[in-house]
């Protein structure tokens, strides 16, 4: 996603969130520059309409400071001597089907892009897992679940827990504003 390409797209809106839309048409250059995270985009050919956009950004996930039984979750897929404290992964930060293209299942065709690209043979980094931080919204998190995520921890104070790394999470805290989520790539891989 370039500047450029923005331009030539013309008007192109996310109604449903503010916040996304900013981003896309005000800040996905910055982020970029700052090495924060690339962003990518789909338009149609004949008349440049953004049709849906995203984020990725490297990342991954920490198992050493988890509790035992999700540590265990994850390590058991990992041959033993492969074990490690933490697992690459790329975060898809922003995934946008812009207004005008609801409907048509184009963000889980963005999700299966992004999933084939990090198996493909000439992908230039290791990535076991794809993650998200989804917006804590039953039809968001619905939309993720469909597509084969799952979330690493049970409840909004388990995954609190974990990211603030305290013993205790206060109770208006309890409730998070996304959750975190993964993909297991092996489960597409060629090469398992």
């Given at each position: 996603m370039t500047k450029e390409i923005v331009a030539s797209c013309g008007n192109f809106v996310c109604s449903k969130d503010d916040d996304i839309d900013k981003f896309f048409h005000e800040e996905f250059e910055d982020y970029s520059c700052q090495l924060l995270g690339k962003s990518y985009c789909f338009y149609?050919?004949?008349?440049?309409?953004?049709?849906?956009?995203?984020?990725v950004a490297n990342s991954s996930i920490r198992v050493d400071n988890m509790?035992?039984?999700?540590?265990?979750?994850?390590?058991?897929?990992i041959p033993f001597s492969k074990q490690r404290s933490q697992y690459p992964a790329v975060l898809v930060g922003q995934l946008v089907v812009f207004d005008g293209f609801n409907g048509y299942s184009l963000g889980n065709d963005v999700l299966n892009f992004i999933k084939a690209w990090f198996i493909d043979?000439?992908?230039?980094?290791?990535?076991?897992?794809?993650?998200?931080?989804?917006?804590?919204?039953?039809k968001v998190l619905q939309f993720y679940k469909d597509n084969g995520f799952d979330f690493i921890f049970a409840s909004d104070?388990?995954?609190m827990k974990y990211l603030s790394n305290a013993e205790n999470v206060a109770d208006d805290d309890a409730?998070?504003?996304?959750?975190?989520?993964?993909?297991?790539?092996?489960?597409?891989?060629?090469?398992k």
């Open positions: 149609t050919k004949q008349d440049h309409r953004m049709v849906a956009a995203f984020t509790p035992k039984t999700k540590r265990n979750k994850l390590n058991r897929k043979p000439l992908n230039k980094t290791g990535c076991r897992y794809v993650i998200v931080d989804a917006i804590n919204n039953e104070e388990e995954e409730f998070r504003k996304t959750r975190l989520m993964y993909f297991d790539l092996m489960l597409l891989s060629t090469t």
